[in-house]
């Protein structure tokens, strides 16, 4: 390409090689340089490439357009477009089969001489080649030549016969094309249509045109500037794009009037687009005087693309090298591996890394794509669930039927796992709010219940003022300590707390048994100690320490707390006060700290967060007055809230209070299903109808279905109609006809489900006599499961399809 910017050419089946055009052709041969050194003589092309030149022919002056032959053999056979026209065969390499020897140096010659602008060889008939020449007013622009016609001396006259390189050797002039089209035109590029041998897709003047070589006298084209460059998806045959100036133009074969698509680049002129061999839908676009290659990435669009359809294009920019770039060459089967040439022919290897695209399966897989490699991240099996994903955790949760256990509420914290202590806190706390609420209403029906629901800070506020203390005696010891009087409020709260169970008995021993039975002996002697019981406290830590369960250290504390006295100035208490920091036990901790403190302050108990916030709750209604209680539990409540401590729904209840405070443990956690099963354990209409209530349940019905856990969702839905009426949806359901699309409704709250029809289709009696069998549109005969659902012959409990359907709606 004398005077002109140099062009590069991928060997269609030798990966390795590439040629360089410009005034000469250059062979060069690609290696990795990965594991080896950069060899004397080699261009370096990339950090793991380099070329070496194998091989230059000068022998083709006035080079315009470069072709390389597409069938192996012979394999470095190339045809060259000259400026008048011509168009000749030459080779890189010494081919040694006669069969294909003739060929070099052969000659294709039009009729009137000019410049020859393009050149495409036939995929399948490889013998066939286009070239696309300048307009004359009396000769065809393009010319399809078959490069094995054969010689005959008495047509061709002897003038046309010429010397090759040497004196001994001939070589034939060929002057007859096979096919003549484009008459007074002129071709600026053409290519060939894959999905058909015979089509040729030409870039003419003003025009693109197919020409079909089985009838040369007509022709399918359109009016259009965008002739340059013309060239057809490899993976989208119908799909072609073609640039002028610096518009490109994206066409759709099926729908040629016009271009389905175009795309606007840089105010300077476009020199070359090509589609990625390797990529769907990739298109590489070059300006002129530019370091940069702009990439249009076509996503998938409806088939065909219809008149107002435009596909979805990603647009994206790379910069192989600093200097401007004068052509570009897609690498035939590396995948977005271009080389890039300069024009004074510096190259470069390059690849387009593609973007890598995240998903998040439903089961907490992580998947990313890159180029063709698929990629997945999964959670490791780990039998500690504290470090799972919330997701994985509420999955499980979801299979071991969390949350529906409606008679032991307290159990559904072993259905998650009995792992959390917050969940354990939860559900106790619900388990015990519903028995107490149960026994009130039985007891006297009023608004006593909904107090319970309300929480533990509602209830203090409801009893200010009428609390008094009074001195008790301890168990043990010679010594009397102030506590307040129970009022039913206060007696209320420890039993929410679960200190004490439910009627007039205010005894902690069943719940001491309890703690001791499941090994909790420092919180059960705290709990006896609280209740003035000292010896108690010292026989459950002598328990814990005999049994080979408990921190054999339990007998030292047994020992101190057997020490104590009331002595302010003793040391005793000195050494107490001081050492029992140091502690690790909480509960420990706050015996010490309740012995040691003085009367009415008992910050060293009430404020140690590692010590259950029932249990803070219960010591502080036994000994802080009216006032402290209230300021203590508001003051801890809104603690709770920020915090998102599920323990806090003891103080909030299921009230505006306990959705704020949920609404930070879901921001914290993620926990849509903990959310959403407690706030329809027993909240209010009004706290139901909560938008944050409401996007927590529809999230978790969400999360099911994309879990396909489509009868734990039937579930849920029916376990929230029971605990919230209002949530019920009208029982109906909707059926339509396969064939004509006719809808058929069924109203499961007008027509009872023994078995009656539809009387707007004339159909009405008993189900034995009458029933629908088919669409009342076009009489096609309808489905068993549409006929069940229609009609309701067959039993609601033994239909498959209505159990999946219908479920929230009738197993009730």
């Known amino acids: 390409m004398s005077g002109s910017k140099p062009d590069i050419l991928w060997a269609p089946h030798q990966v390795d090689r590439f040629v360089v055009c410009d005034s000469e052709l250059s062979l060069y041969h690609v290696e990795s340089t990965v594991n080896s050194e950069l060899k004397a003589g080699s261009l370096r092309l990339s950090e793991d490439s380099a070329a070496t030149l194998l091989s230059i022919n000068s022998e083709t002056p006035y080079m315009k357009c470069v072709a390389w032959y597409l069938s192996y053999d012979p394999e470095c056979l190339l045809a060259v477009g000259q400026a008048n026209g011509r168009v000749v065969l030459t080779s890189l390499g010494q081919d040694h089969n006669s069969k294909f020897r003739d060929l070099i140096g052969k000659e294709f010659v039009p009729k009137h001489a000019r410049q020859c602008n393009t050149l495409a060889w036939n995929p399948v008939d490889n013998n066939w080649l286009a070239a696309g020449l300048d307009k004359h007013r009396a000769d065809f622009s393009v010319l399809i030549w078959d490069i094995c016609s054969k010689y005959t001396p008495d047509i061709v006259p002897m003038e046309k016969v010429r010397l090759s390189v040497g004196e001994t050797e001939t070589s034939l002039l060929v002057t007859k094309p096979l096919y003549e089209l484009g008459q007074n035109d002129a071709c600026l590029s053409l290519c060939w249509l894959p999905r058909d041998q015979k089509l040729l897709l030409a870039g003419m003047h003003r025009n693109l045109a197919i020409f079909d070589l089985r009838n040369t006298s007509q022709k399918m084209f359109v009016n259009t500037k965008a002739v340059q460059g013309v060239t057809v998806d490899p993976y989208f045959h119908d799909r072609v794009a073609s640039f002028y100036e610096g518009q490109v133009a994206i066409w759709d074969l099926r729908k040629f009037e016009k271009p389905v698509l175009t795309l606007t680049e840089q105010p300077k002129p476009l020199t070359k687009v090509a589609w990625c061999p390797t990529r769907t839908g990739l298109l590489a676009t070059l300006t002129r005087d530019s370091n940069i290659i702009r990439l249009y990435d076509m996503q998938h669009t409806p088939t065909p693309i219809g008149d107002e359809t435009e596909p979805t294009i990603i647009e994206r920019s790379v ?183 439910k009627g007039t008995d205010v005894d902690v021993g069943p719940f001491l048994n309890s703690l001791v039975q499941e090994g909790e002996w420092e919180r059960a002697a705290a709990v006896a100690l609280f209740n003035l019981d000292i010896r108690r406290a010292i026989q459950i830590l002598n328990e814990g320490a005999s049994s080979g369960k408990g921190d054999l250290n339990l007998n030292v504390v047994a020992m101190a707390l057997s020490g ?206 009458s029933k629908v069998t088919s669409c009342p549109g076009c009489r096609k005969p309808l489905p068993r499961c549409a006929l069940c659902l229609i009609n309701m012959g067959t039993p609601v409990s033994s239909c498959p399809a209505v159990l999946l359907l219908m479920g929230f709606l009738w197993m009730q």
């Open 564 to 769: 104590y006295t009331d002595e302010k100035n003793s040391l005793w208490r000195e050494m107490c006060s001081t050492l029992r920091l140091q502690l690790n036990n909480p509960y420990l901790c706050i015996m010490f700290a309740f012995l040691t403190s003085e009367a009415g302050s008992y910050d060293g108990v009430l404020y140690e967060n590692k010590v259950a916030v029932r249990d803070r709750v219960a010591f502080a209604c036994k000994f802080l007055s009216d006032s402290q209680l209230n300021r203590y539990i508001e003051k801890l409540t809104n603690e709770m809230k920020e915090a998102g401590n599920l323990e806090g729904i003891l103080l909030t209840g299921l009230t505006k209070d306990g959705v704020d405070l949920m609404e930070s443990y879901v921001d914290r956690t993620g926990d849509v299903q903990t959310a959403s099963y407690c706030m329809l354990q027993g909240s209010p209409l009004d706290v139901l109808k909560d938008e944050r209530v409401q996007y927590w349940i529809e999230n978790y019905r969400n999360l099911l279905d994309a879990w396909r856990f489509w009868h734990k969702r039937a579930e849920f839905d029916i376990h929230r109609s029971k605990l919230d009426p209002s949530s019920k949806p009208l029982a109906q359901v909707f059926v339509s006809c396969n064939f004509c699309g006719k809808s058929i409704s069924y109203s499961c709250s007008t027509v009872p489900h023994q078995g009656r029809g539809f009387s707007q289709y004339g159909v009405s009696g008993s189900p034995t006599k």
């Open 319 to 501: 910069q192989p090298c600093d200097n401007y770039i004068a052509s570009f060459a897609w690498h035939p089967t590396s995948q977005n591996r271009m080389i890039v040439v300069t024009p004074n022919r510096t190259m470069s290897d390059f690849t387009v890394f593609e973007r890598i695209s995240l998903a998040w399966s439903p089961i907490t897989s992580l998947m990313w794509a890159c180029g063709r490699h698929l990629y997945e991240c999964a959670e490791e099996e780990n039998d500690n669930s504290l470090e799972k994903d919330i997701a994985t955790k509420m999955r499980l949760r979801a299979l071991s039927r969390y949350g529906l256990d409606t008679e032991q509420v307290w159990r559904n914290h072993i259905l998650a796992g009995n792992e959390d202590p917050q969940l354990k806190s939860l559900w106790y706390t619900l388990h015990f709010m519903k028995q107490y609420t149960e026994d009130m209403d039985q007891k006297s029906p009023g608004n006593k219940g909904s107090l319970v629901y309300a929480g533990i800070k509602s209830i203090v506020k409801s009893s200010l003022g009428m609390v008094e203390s009074s001195r008790h005696n301890w168990s043990g010891l010679d010594k009397q300590s102030d506590i307040q009087n129970l009022n039913e409020e206060r007696i209320l709260a420890l039993q929410l707390c679960g200190w004490i169970k």
